[in-house]
């Protein structure tokens, strides 16, 4: 592959800044003479009863958001015209030196029911008006369980609820004198933080498919979801090349591992972002694909030159600005290539300001990682945090362990002349463009009533159904013989092989996937077994084998952030080994569905047919079986390889999709 820098690779992205910075020309740049700021910056402001939660009236809701029983979105305009433009001026003049920091700290919050009447909600309003926040990020929701030893299975991510989020985030508007930008992890639809949104399959599923167009119709599912729940910013699409087998925190994240595969998809999915009126950003800037390290429990080393990052991380980042990203998200990830000084691309100019800035030319809105993440405390505090940050060119300050200190700290950076107060007003002013573009300066809050026909429901589910039946990858073997004919007569034992049993509260292996089998096969023994069973548990699972017809093993292996973990376990795959081995002398079929981490179908080299997910839902346990059973075929296409390089994948491959 003939490498090219970054500089000669930009020509198509020319007009990246002109549509991104959404600043007004300097002949056509308003004036704030005779007007009057403080006014306008209240024009957007809801009134109590519409923050209470009462219906309000058709002009109060904000732009992009369909009416009920429709699904029109109004797209991201690519400039702003003269109201909007006024409206960020006038609203920039008007706010003090502390609103203008304000403006770049981003807390968070969980998206279960909230009541007004509770100290969390107290606290997290304090927060918000303390700070002056700029904006806020969404998350799922918590529940706590208990710190024991020996049996630790309990599992403490829920989802979050639709009417919980609107509700919440229509009384923050209410309390900010300037409409906040809210924004959330939807990487895989806004069913991957919100209980009845549509839940879409993982990055590498679509990248299975080799269709951009189902990247862009995910996205744009995704977009009116959020937008009906007043959020306003997506962190996605994932830009990252996985090409790092053992890359424990992007792994299916990631679209695949060939960057113009990648690349195309990044592309697809900013449009469909945008064309549904959502912010899209591309993440982890300047890419995580080949790390071993977690960076939410370390700081990964990225130790490759700069010709390599310009061939291989980089064109899906480039790819993703020609499709018009509003945003980029700065990964917790050090580059000796790009800055000689140790520590994170966060806190590097270098990075930020030098490469994406600079040299790729990007206008738009720069955020950084979770703050909260180790790769970062382990190092700093959340004041010198922010610091680093804002110093290096970042925008938002997201998810600090402590806004306020976040904020106190750049305050005092700027007092005392370590952050001029022009880079805070210049991230200010990006910051306002976002929301004028988004048109919060007409309307903020949402409309109660219109969640429910907006969020969820048959549209998203058809899209969500089509990606993960054309998913589905046959590694090796054959389901189309008689072999695994469904018969109300053959003694099938299926094993959930689990990597470990804890952290499963919110998708259940193989929940879905046993009634499906047990319709084909009502003579179904089903056993669970993780990385906790013992011998005498192993020994059972051996003799039952001896007696079956056939033996199905649904693989769960997750790449989960903050884990640390991504195999099964050894005692687990020499079972499979001696499985596999015994089923040749009695002629008994075997076979695996993967579901998630994929390289795991690398441990299975004896297995005799091997079917790939990446996913971990309802959609494609049902759609494995259907493959498995000879009622579809394997349409998807090997995304990774499954050997230590990339020209040593089995598997189908096709073509990089155009």
Do not use: C
């Not at 980029?328 to 270098?350: K, N, Y």
């Amino acid at each position: 592959m003939r490498i090219l820098p970054v500089v000669l690779l930009l020509s198509a992205v020319a007009a990246v800044p002109a549509a991104q910075s959404m600043r007004p020309a300097a002949s056509a740049a308003p004036t704030v003479s005779g007007a009057q700021p403080a006014a306008m910056a209240q024009t957007a402001r809801p009134s109590a009863s519409q923050a209470s939660g009462a219906r309000p009236p058709a002009p109060g809701a904000a732009a992009g958001v369909p009416a009920p029983g429709t699904a029109a979105v109004t797209p991201l305009p690519p400039v702003l015209d003269r109201e909007a433009q006024r409206w960020v001026t006038q609203t920039l003049a008007a706010m003090s030196a502390d609103e203008r920091i304000g403006q770049l700290i981003v807390p968070a919050f969980n998206a279960t029911y909230l009541p007004t009447d509770t100290e969390t909600y107290d606290t997290l309003v304090r927060t918000v008006t303390a700070t002056h926040a700029g904006g806020v990020i969404a998350f799922g929701g918590t529940e706590p369980a208990p710190q024991v030893l020996l049996n630790p299975t309990y599992g403490t991510v829920v989802l979050g609820q639709p009417h919980a989020l609107a509700s919440t985030l229509n009384r923050l508007q209410a309390v900010s004198r300037v409409p906040l930008l809210v924004s959330s992890d939807f990487e895989y639809g806004a069913g991957m933080r919100i209980a009845g949104a549509t839940r879409l399959p993982r990055a590498m599923a679509i990248g299975a498919t080799g269709d951009p167009q189902l990247a862009y119709e995910a996205a744009r599912v995704t977009a009116r979801e959020a937008r009906a729940m007043g959020v306003h910013m997506n962190y996605g699409p994932v830009a990252d090349v996985n090409n790092n087998p053992r890359n424990p925190v992007i792994n299916t994240r990631a679209f695949g591992e060939d960057p113009a595969r990648v690349a195309a998809m990044v592309e697809a999915s900013v449009r469909g972002l945008q064309d549904g009126g959502v912010l899209a950003t591309l993440k982890h800037f300047p890419g995580h694909g080949d790390t071993d390290v977690d960076s939410h429990l370390g700081l990964p080393l990225i130790p490759h030159p700069r010709t390599r990052l310009d061939a291989v991380e980089l064109p899906p980042f480039l790819a993703g600005l020609r499709a018009g990203a509003a945003a980029v998200m700065v990964a917790h990830i050090e580059l000796p290539a790009l800055d000689a000084t140790a520590g994170p691309a966060t806190f590097s100019r270098a990075v930020v300001t030098g490469l994406l800035r600079d040299e790729m030319r990007f206008g738009g809105l720069v955020v950084t990682d979770a703050m909260k993440m180790d790769a970062i405390t382990r190092m700093v505090g959340p004041g010198e945090a922010a610091v680093k940050a804002v110093q290096a060119g970042a925008d938002l300050v997201l998810d600090s362990p402590d806004p306020i200190a976040a904020f106190e700290g750049l305050k005092a950076a700027v007092e005392g002349g370590a952050i001029p107060r022009e880079r805070i007003e210049a991230s200010a002013r990006r910051i306002l463009e976002a929301k004028a573009r988004l048109g919060l300066h007409r309307g903020r809050m949402v409309s109660m009533d219109a969640v429910a026909d907006q969020v969820g429901g048959r549209a998203g589910a058809e899209v969500a159904q089509r990606i993960s039946a054309r998913a589905i990858t046959r590694v090796r073997g054959d389901t189309s013989g008689s072999e695994w004919q469904p018969s109300p007569t053959r003694r099938v034992l299926y094993l959930s092989l689990l990597d470990y049993p804890s952290g499963w509260r919110i998708a259940a292996p193989a929940r879905t996937l046993i009634p499906a089998l047990r319709a084909r096969w009502p003579r179904l023994e089903s056993v669970e077994l993780s990385d906790r069973s013992t011998a005498a548990e192993l020994d059972l699972v051996r003799t039952l084998a001896s007696q079956a017809d056939a033996v199905v093993l649904g693989v769960f292996v997750r790449a989960s952030s903050g884990s640390g973990r991504m195999d099964l376990a050894p005692g687990l795959l020499r079972l499979v080994q001696q499985l596999t081995r015994a089923s040749g002398a009695r002629s008994q079929p075997v076979a695996a569905l993967v579901f998630g981490n994929p390289y795991t179908a690398s441990a299975l080299g004896e297995v005799p047919t091997v079917l790939l997910t990446y996913d971990f839902s309802d959609l494609a346990e049902q759609h494995a079986v259907e493959v498995l059973a000879g009622e579809r075929a394997a349409q998807g296409v090997l995304p990774v390889s499954l050997g230590e390089s990339p020209a040593s994948g089995p598997g189908n491959r096709g073509p990089a999709p155009r």
